[in-house]
């Protein structure tokens, strides 16, 4: 049997395991990474390589920092006021998240900006009476979108220019993806709060770090929570070579610990540790696939769907939906390696300007809103919210769909072929 159909096996049991979850996911997340070194796709010693990534220390260290800020008794005071502008509006709640997540993920990573605001967001919800799970599933697209506003929202942008870049071509500026990430917000945002949000149940899961007993505001720990989250997201913003975000992050819970405004059970309790274990198993299951061969043939097949003399419209909407179809089950990162190279190649071939082309691999690439294990955040957002597959299914195809309409409109205008 071929790596490939071996690979593709796996992912189908994995995604019906996940949709019916006749076992926790963890357990077939787990198993499905185990089965992909036992065939040969990854090797035994990548199997856990993906749970001691810098993402997963930058993750776990906000968890810890965040939950501080219920432990103080900030998160209630900022709660309340919170609830006092949104009246207990679901509608507004959401909203408001998006367009603050948007903002925040222009120059800070998605990931950076969801472990800050969650525990903000959750006791805006609490104290307005509103179950936190659609408005934190929002806050996980508005991270997302935002990170399109600027070429350093993500890293996937940085990825994707530094390949325009290197095979030759003028790099985009700053705010080249600016006017396209600004109406994906926008359009996001009314969509989520408006249309998405009514597809979505509430689960009525309240988050570990937000699991513990309302607290009255106690004022040196809040100065210390408030201080330090302050100083790691400023770090996180400009990102010095010296003192990478992770670490900032780490620092900040140790000085969260070290001051006894968390003890170290309490750290330790407010920690997802089902989210981390998801996320290092599905690292390596994208891997697998990368390996068995399953996105080159994909890549192979939509050099032969284009034909001679393509239209522009035909270009633009198969290299979109190829790789935001691919993006949902590889890591956006080698997604965007895979299809850069082969969409630069399409538009020399067919005599059309390389920069939509390669606007187009960007935004694509990071549109990975459609299934729990399409990004890392994505499984955060799980942990969070107790969503189901099928849950990011509904809400999340409209969103690539809607992502799709505005990069055909705002081509022509902005990056004419």
């Not at 780490?250 to 998801?278: H, P, Q, R, Y």
Request: overall charge neutral.
């Amino acid at each position: 049997m071929s790596p490939m159909l071996i690979a593709l096996i796996i992912l189908i049991a994995t995604v019906a395991l996940f949709i019916f979850e006749p076992v926790p996911l963890m357990v077939t997340s787990i198993a499905a990474s185990l089965l992909y070194a036992f065939f040969g796709l990854i090797e035994i010693k990548d199997i856990f390589a993906s749970y001691a990534t810098n993402t997963n220390v930058l993750m776990v260290a906000m968890m810890i920092i965040g939950a501080s800020m219920f432990h103080s008794g900030l998160s209630e005071l900022i709660g309340e006021n919170m609830a006092k502008y949104i009246k207990g509006s679901e509608k507004r709640a959401i909203l408001v998240t998006m367009f603050a997540s948007c903002a925040l993920s222009s120059v800070c990573t998605n990931i950076g900006v969801m472990t800050a605001l969650a525990p903000l967001c959750t006791a805006m919800c609490l104290s307005s009476g509103i179950p936190p799970s659609k408005v934190l599933l929002s806050l996980l697209f508005g991270a997302q979108l935002g990170g399109f506003n600027t070429l350093v929202g993500v890293p996937s942008n940085v990825l994707a220019n530094s390949l325009m870049v290197g095979a030759g071509y003028e790099s985009f500026g700053l705010f080249s993806i600016t006017p396209f990430g600004v109406t994906c917000c926008i359009v996001g945002a009314l969509y989520f709060a408006f249309i998405g949000s009514k597809m979505l149940r509430d689960t009525g899961y309240i988050p570990e770090f937000a699991q513990t007993d309302r607290k009255p505001l106690d004022k040196r720990k809040a100065t210390i929570t408030v201080i330090t989250l302050f100083v790691v997201l400023a770090v996180i913003a400009f990102s010095p070579k010296a003192l990478p975000m992770h670490l900032a992050a780490v620092i900040g819970s140790l000085v969260i610990i070290g001051t006894k405004c968390m003890t170290v059970k309490e750290a330790t309790n407010s920690v997802d540790w089902n989210c981390l274990f998801l996320m290092g198993s599905l690292s390596a299951i994208s891997a697998g696939l990368q390996n068995s061969g399953v996105a080159g043939v994909i890549a192979d097949g939509v050099l032969k769907i284009f034909g001679e003399n393509p239209s522009t419209f035909l270009v633009t909407t198969v290299i979109f939906f190829a790789i935001a179809i691919l993006t949902q089950f590889i890591s956006n990162t080698a997604a965007i390696l895979l299809f850069m190279p082969i969409a630069i190649s399409v538009a020399k071939s067919i005599g059309v300007n390389v920069h939509p082309v390669a606007m187009i691999i960007t935004l694509a690439g990071a549109a990975s809103y459609a299934t729990p294990f399409a990004a890392p955040q994505n499984m955060l957002a799980v942990g969070w919210t107790n969503y189901k597959f099928m849950d990011f299914v509904k809400i999340g195809v409209p969103m690539v769909i809607l992502t799709y309409v505005v990069v055909v409109l705002l081509l022509p205008v902005f990056l004419p072929y």
